[in-house]
């Protein structure tokens, strides 16, 4: 007698094919779902023209940092090549690194407007490399780079030359957690970096819990080259050079810098400053 194949029933196989399905699903979800970061290209005078979101400096994508800002996703790092950028740099994206590709003395970004030549306004954001010039000296946002959050920014500013503005690197009151490290400012007509406090009374809340060092400031208004104001409390000053450091608010640790002038307040930690004449 020949013997016959066991049946399967229908709802079984049924089964089996979702189960099936469900396992293919779980294989490529993690390449699906989470793309790698990308790098995007900016170059203002391409002689090749554009193809985004391009591979280098010589096959770049965009002509502008903002186009390119506006295409990329978090995540991503946007090159900006060597060359001269007329424009106002909004980064409302989060985890994405802004960064020259030949350093500051390279690669210049001027204010079209009187606003902040780099805004901040989600967290994570690296901005390194750039020579960084506001529009004006006087208007409110006449701001080099300005850290616009309330809550943990994370921001990391590097390797930047700002000259003049009336704000060089403003910490955004009720902002926190962010890195100024071996930024050079000068010509500021107010506040080289500061470490901003919110006019709120009664309590008037401040930028907090930042690290600022190894920069260098000359310019602002007495005492404000490296300034944090009331409420600007438990932010870590150190190793700068500078024409003035204060620190207004409670829990900072003002140490190893060198400025003519110091005006820390109690409640804050002083130590291995040294007082000397640091700028022309």
Request: glycine residues 8%; aromatic residues 6%; contains cysteine.
């Amino acid at each position: 007698m020949s013997k016959r194949s066991p049946v399967i029933p229908r709802w079984r196989r049924r089964a089996t094919a979702v189960a099936f399905a469900l396992i293919a699903v779980t294989a490529v979800t993690p390449t699906a779902l989470f793309a790698a970061p990308s790098t995007l290209w900016v170059n203002d005078d391409s002689p090749s023209g554009y193809s985004a979101p391009g591979t280098s400096c010589a096959n770049p994508g965009y002509a502008t940092i903002q186009s390119a800002i506006n295409a990329a996703s978090a995540g991503d790092t946007v090159y900006v090549c060597a060359g001269s950028y007329t424009e106002n740099v909004s980064i409302n994206k989060p985890d994405l690194a802004v960064m020259s590709t030949s350093g500051a003395a390279a690669t210049r970004v001027r204010s079209l407007v009187s606003l902040a030549v780099f805004s901040i306004t989600q967290p994570n954001v690296t901005i390194d490399g750039f020579t960084i010039i506001p529009a004006g000296t006087v208007a409110k946002y006449d701001i080099g780079v300005n850290v616009a959050i309330a809550g943990n920014a994370s921001a990391e500013i590097a390797h930047n030359v700002v000259a003049r503005g009336r704000i060089g690197i403003n910490l955004g009151c009720s902002s926190s957690a962010s890195t100024i490290y071996h930024n050079i400012v000068r010509g500021a007509s107010e506040a080289g970096i500061n470490i901003d406090t919110c006019e709120i009374a009664p309590l008037y809340p401040g930028s907090t819990d930042n690290s600022v060092h190894h920069n260098t400031v000359c310019g602002g208004l007495y005492p404000y080259s490296i300034a944090g104001g009331q409420g600007s409390n438990n932010n870590h000053v150190h190793h700068n050079t500078a024409i003035w450091i204060t620190a207004a608010g409670t829990g900072n640790h003002v140490h190893n810098n060198v400025a003519e002038v110091f005006n820390i307040a109690p409640g804050n930690l002083a130590n291995n400053n040294t007082v000397a004449s640091v700028c022309p």
